[in-house]
T-cell receptor, first 117, second 110 residues
Framework: EPEVTQTPSHQVTQMGQEVILRCVPISNHLYFYWYRQILGQKVEFLVSFYNNEISEKSEIFDDQFSVERPDGSNFTLKIRSTKLEDSAMYFC???????????????FGPGTRLLVL | SQQGEEDPQALSIQEGENATMNCSYKTSINNLQWYRQNSGRGLVHLILIRSNEREKHSGRLRVTLDTSKKSSSLLITASRAADTASYFCATDSNTGKLIFGQGTTLQVKP
């Protein structure tokens, strides 16, 4: 069964460093998402992406964050200058059609656990 | 305001018993989804119910949706130790963005 994959599974970085989290969505999916979950807290939406542009972003997704689909298969989340509070599990998700009146399931990857020291 | 609040926050039952988790939300939705998360792992989609549906079944799972009360419930029948996990409801209000609740931690004792 197709699945979303994410790399790395764990990443440790120093505060101020740049990190890139990678995701390979399910191949025929058109919509991509990033969420994060700080330890012990709820999963929070960061950004959605369709047709090579951001569809929607949350307040969390400030200028330090960016997303990119560098090729036909990868979807990346970059944090330019990490802060301690960026430590969290980051989930990538993809869906076949958008939930704009045509709801559809989002399939989540296993996550990347980011620790900022 | 919080969207997608589950209760109870924690539930402990014996294997074979049924587990019921509830979710309330505040805004209009297009659909509501339930996910399972094993400790420290990814989210696994369980079931999606659309706003025009009232009940849905999938194996041992039964989901109800009451849009007038802005609430949903997830029933797991004949629970197994392997059902031990956190369960989250997530609402989609027509943009594709999912808003998750805090989750219910379910422990099923063998």
């Amino acid at each position: 069964e197709p699945e979303v994959t994410q790399t790395p599974s764990h990443q440790v970085t120093q505060m101020g460093q740049e990190v890139i989290l990678r995701c390979v969505p399910i191949s025929n999916h058109l919509y991509f998402y990033w969420y994060r979950q700080i330890l012990g807290q709820k999963v929070e939406f960061l950004v959605s992406f369709y047709n090579n542009e951001i569809s929607e972003k949350s307040e969390i997704f400030d200028d330090q964050f960016s997303v990119e689909r560098p090729d036909g298969s990868n979807f990346t989340l970059k944090i330019r200058s990490t802060k301690l509070e960026d430590s969290a599990m980051y989930f990538c998700a993809s869906s076949e059609i958008r939930g704009g009146g045509r709801s559809e399931t989002q399939y989540f990857g296993p996550g990347t656990r980011l620790l900022v020291l | 305001s919080q969207q997608g609040e589950e209760d109870p926050q924690a539930l402990s039952i014996q294997e074979g018993e049924n587990a019921t988790m509830n979710c309330s939300y505040k805004t209009s939705i297009n659909n509501l989804q339930w996910y399972r998360q094993n400790s420290g792992r990814g989210l696994v989609h369980l079931i999606l119910i659309r706003s025009n549906e009232r009940e849905k079944h999938s194996g041992r799972l039964r989901v109800t949706l009451d849009t007038s009360k802005k609430s949903s419930s997830l029933l797991i029948t004949a629970s197994r130790a392997a059902d031990t996990a956190s369960y989250f409801c997530a609402t989609d209000s027509n943009t594709g963005k999912l808003i998750f609740g805090q989750g219910t931690t379910l422990q099923v004792k063998p």
